[in-house]
């Protein structure tokens, strides 16, 4: 049996529309899910929409609609967006649907029977935008720590979560297991915040309705949170023990944004520990992207819309962007200049010319047929090396979730391949009719390695390297066996490649 692997986006508000932000997440899940199927895994992405809680019901009031017409109304912009840039996830939850909503209760009343649910009385400052009740001491110039608006003073009754009794074992789970939280920093992080010391957790809320009840007392609703993390199991089917729950919980990974981090690594992690249920392996916090150095705010209305690039740019220059520009985990900056300079350098010279030279001089010096490769010189053997080596260390920066190492990996090669053409110059031996098999070595290595280059590279840029593989002869749906040097016959058909990415020329 395959080995499974089960990775995870947050699940998108839909009071929002999509931007670049959610994204980038979605993407760097796709690649990370595309390329462990090539290397072999059984895998389940998951992505999705959370869709109760009092910001949604809130903009559903704004918007003059029911907060399920709502959340109807933008999920479509949500899917419409993922169908376009390439997303293959396997599963959309949504948390108005009634596996979701029978998990949570399912959950909820499991950790309620246990003990470490119990009603009680809640007064504090809560912050409606980040669904989030602070404390008097964490709040900075009385507004919220994390998202600077106005917090409203609340009480309620409530029911809640014995997170305190947990801190213990948190921290524990987190020393032993190194690689739960990443990026570093961020784990660093986390075990401050856990040894300030835990609190418990307000997880229901009688103040507004638009949410899952909870069950045998309907006057509250589950906080959002309690509910919207649940997703990562409801999906798989949990309560039942189904197959994919079976072959799939606990996820291999959760990747999210920082701002998310706490809800991921100190709350679900403890829930889970409540309800008895193993921790996901792995919970990855990405960086924010600001635009043009600014932050990207609707009322700075530099919201970066991901349709208008992929109109723009395409699809896959989206997606080679945001995997290439910024190390996973770090903060960056989109601007339309730099976008505009990794299409023309990177995609339109290095990996376009590459293709459309060595597939033209296939056509011209052989008339399309495929060669065979006779005796290898040193430079070709290099160039072989050269390719083998790149497949080796983009496992270990997968594995790392090191997109960007992964893909300059990647054009180490590519550059390595523009280089042998000049060294090896065909269009010299084309001339001498006594080098026919040299040159017939020489196109060999280099459709080659392209081929190879591609393969791994249909994880980042599905679309392109299945015409550029089409143009190799290459029909193979991309996989592991495909990622070994000598796959390309001689005798196959080699068509000459149009230009991968087009050159952008701004229209002044
Ligand atoms: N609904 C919650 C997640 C629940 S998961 C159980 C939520 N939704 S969100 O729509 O507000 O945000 C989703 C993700 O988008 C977060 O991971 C957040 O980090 C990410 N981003 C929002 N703005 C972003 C940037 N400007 N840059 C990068 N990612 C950003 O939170």
Known sequence: MKPAFYVTTPIYYVNDVPHIGHAYTTVAADVLARYKRLMGFDVYFLTGSDEHGQKVEKAA???????LELADRVVKRYQALWERLGISNNDFIRTTQERHKQGVAHIFTEILNRGDIYLGEYEDWYC????????????????????????????????????????EQLLAH??????????????????????????????????????????????????????????????????????EFIQFWPASVHLIGKDILRFHAVYWPTFLMAAGLPLPEKVFAHGWWTVEGQKMSKSLQNVVEPNMLIDKYGVDVVRYFLMREVPFGLDGDFSHTALIQRLNSDLANDIGNLLSRSTAMAVKYFDGILPAASQMLEIDSVLKSKTEEMIV?????????????????????????????DDTAPWTLAKDPDQKSRLATVMYCLLESQRIIHCILSAFLPSTTEKALCSLGWNDAASKEGLVWGGLKAGTTIIKAEALFPRYEEKI
Request: proline share 6%.
């Open 128 to 167: 409606t935008p980040c669904e989030t009740f602070w404390t008097e001491t964490q709040l900075i110039e009385d507004r919220c720590p994390d998202c600077n608006r106005p917090v409203e003073k609340l009480k309620e009754e409530s029911y809640f979560f014995r997170m305190s009794k947990y801190q």
């Open 61 to 67: 009031i704004t918007a003059g609609e029911t907060p």
């Open 174 to 243: 987190i020393e032993a297991n190194p690689d739960f939280i990443q990026p570093k920093s961020k784990r660093n992080e986390i075990i401050s915040f856990i040894k300030e010391g835990l609190r418990d957790l307000s997880v229901s809320r009688t103040t507004f309705t638009w949410g899952i009840p909870v069950p045998g007392n309907e006057k509250h609703v589950i906080y959002v949170w309690f509910d919207a993390l649940t997703n990562y199991m409801t999906a798989l089917g949990y309560p039942e023990n189904t197959a």
């Open 393 to 421: 260390a983009v496992s270990r920066f997968m594995d790392e979730l090191a997109f960007s190492k992964a893909l300059q990996a990647i054009w180490e090669v590519i550059s390595a391949g523009n280089k042998y053409i």
